[in-house]
Every structure is written in C-alpha cells, then in structure tokens.
C-alpha cells in the first residue's frame, strides 16, 4: 500500500453489508484504511459498521463505526457531527447505501417505490446536504456516488423500475454536484458497478432458491446465470468497486470530475 488517501478523514455510508463476506462498501472502506484514511464506517446496522470497522482496526488502521439511517435527514446531521467532533474534517464521502425491489410499475406498489427513491437517491442527498458545507470550509473534497449499470441498461428478465430510476438520478444528482462545486475545489464522482458478487447478491440467489426441489442446484444456477452474463465469465466483487473508489477519492482523480465510471467487465459494451 502507497498511502494514497494518507491523513485524509473518509466517510463510507453503507460501510457494512447485508450477510457474510465482502460487499461494495466494506470492500471500500477496508481499502480506504489500507491506504492511511481514517474510516468512519456508517450503517445503518450497528453491527455490521462494527464489524467493518473491527477488520479495519485488527490491520492496524484507524476507524470509528457510527449507526445512522442515512434515508433521515436527522439520522444522517448526527452522523456529520459525530465524525467533525472525533476528526474535525471529511475529505472523502463514499455514498454506496442501495436497495432494491422487484416489479414493473404496474406491479410495484407506490410505497415500495418511494422506499427505494428514500434510500437509493434522499440519502444521497442528504449526505451531501451535510458534508459539502464542510468540504466547501477546507476548499478541497471528493464524494464518490455508488451507482449502477441498472441506471443505463434494462435488460430483458426481472423489472427492477425503481432501482433502474433511482440509480439514474444519482447519476443527475452526480453531475449537478460536480458542476456546482467545481470551482470550490470538490469533486463528485459516480461508479457503476455491473455484476458483482456481493453479500446481497448471496441473499438473492437464497431467496431464489429457496423452495426449489433442489435448494443447493438452484442456487449455484443463479450465480452461474450471472457469471455468465458477464464477458469475463465472472461477477466482479467487491473490491473492483473499491479500488474504483480509491482513484476517484484520491489526488491522483484531482482532474476527474463529473464521470460516471463503469466498472462491469465490458457488459455494457456487448448490450
Ligand atoms: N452487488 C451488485 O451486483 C451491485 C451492482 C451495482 C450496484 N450495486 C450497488 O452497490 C451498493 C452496495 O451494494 P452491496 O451489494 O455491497 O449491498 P449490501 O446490501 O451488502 O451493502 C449495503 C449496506 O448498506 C446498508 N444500508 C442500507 N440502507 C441503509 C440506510 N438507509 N442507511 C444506512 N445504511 C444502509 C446495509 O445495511 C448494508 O450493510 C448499492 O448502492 C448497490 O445498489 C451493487
């Protein structure tokens, strides 16, 4: 490791993941540590911000874990404040918190659309609410928006209508951040992962193959079926979308701003 983030203070939201193993936003922040931040890993489970934080104390780095739910405009103040008062600045804000829910809008309920708008796009916001004020002070910050490929590509199979809109607005979100705030020395990135095997996608293929005849059979046909959609013939992971947000947090990105960058494997080159 370089220290390519040395002395910068990062605040990943969504720093834990949903079950075991390594999620985008663990996968980020174990990376960020790696590279001399100190991590304030948020989210919205106690324990899995403890947990992240936990692996990135054993390595020898420096975190604090914070339970906020960052969809809550007073939830996500508290998380702002907590981290000013344990380090006095924010230099990188990694916004990787996404959900998502099944159907059309003719099958999706309003209320499941507004959930994922709540916690997919508002928090995004709301995050942003908070710390630019802080980066605006210091003259210098980069926030890094998770995004997805879900926002530019629809394939044929589930309807996932709310998570693809909601991840198109990050990306809006992502370029009217970046045009506003250019000229005060902050940057505002996205990432777009593709498939990648992470926590969530475990829970999905278990939820899929949950009473199938064959529960073992049917869930490794799910993770081959998305294996085999990617042209590597493999899901990225975690750490893709990590070290994707390593460069866009760090100095060596100090030009790159406003950039949706696709991290997929090429599938979006084929689709
Ligand atoms: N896994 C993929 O294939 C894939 C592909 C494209 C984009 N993404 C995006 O990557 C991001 C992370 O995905 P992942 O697969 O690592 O998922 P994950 O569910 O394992 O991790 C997300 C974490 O965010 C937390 N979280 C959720 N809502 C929150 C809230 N309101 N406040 C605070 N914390 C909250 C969860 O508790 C969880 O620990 C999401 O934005 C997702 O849309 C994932």
């Known amino acids: 490791m370089t220290g390519r983030l040395k002395d910068k203070v990062a605040v990943v939201v ?10 985008n936003g663990k996968c980020t922040a174990v990376t960020f540590a790696r590279e001399g931040a100190k991590v304030f890993c948020v989210d919205r489970k106690r324990a899995a911000a403890e947990e992240t934080a936990g692996l990135i104390e054993k390595e020898g780095g420096t975190a604090m874990a914070f339970e906020a739910d960052a969809s809550r405009n007073g939830s996500v103040k508290s998380m702002v404040d907590a981290c000013m008062a344990k380090w006095g600045r924010i230099d990188v804000l990694d ?12 099958e ?7 959930r994922v708008f709540d916690v997919n796009v508002k928090s995004f916001f709301l995050t942003a609410k908070h710390v630019l004020p802080i980066m605006e002070k210091q003259g210098a910050g980069a ?12 394939p044929k199979g589930i ?5 693809n809109a909601s991840k198109g607005a990050v990306n809006s979100l992502t370029l009217a951040i970046a045009s506003q705030y250019a000229e005060k020395g902050i940057r505002c990135n996205a990432i777009l992962p593709g498939l990648m095997h992470t926590p969530m996608i475990d829970f999905l293929a278990e939820q899929y193959a949950k009473g ?60």
Do not use: C
């Open 14 to 23: 969504g720093a834990g993941s949903i079950g075991p193993g390594w999620g």
């Open 108 to 114: 999706l309920s309003e209320d499941d659309w507004q």
């Open 143 to 154: 926030i890094v928006n998770v995004s997805s490929i879900a926002s530019i590509r629809s």
């Open 95 to 106: 916004n990787n918190v996404g959900i998502g829910s099944t159907g059309g809008p003719v």
């Open 212 to 271: 199938e005849k064959d529960h073992n059979q049917a869930y490794d046909r799910m993770i081959a079926i998305r294996d085999r959609a990617s042209p590597t013939g493999k899901m990225g992971t975690g750490w893709d979308t990590a070290n994707a947000a390593l460069f866009l947090a760090s100095d060596e990105a100090a030009y790159v701003n406003g950039h949706l960058l696709v991290v997929d494997g090429g599938i979006t080159v084929r689709a």
């Open 159 to 163: 309807a996932y209508v709310a998570y």
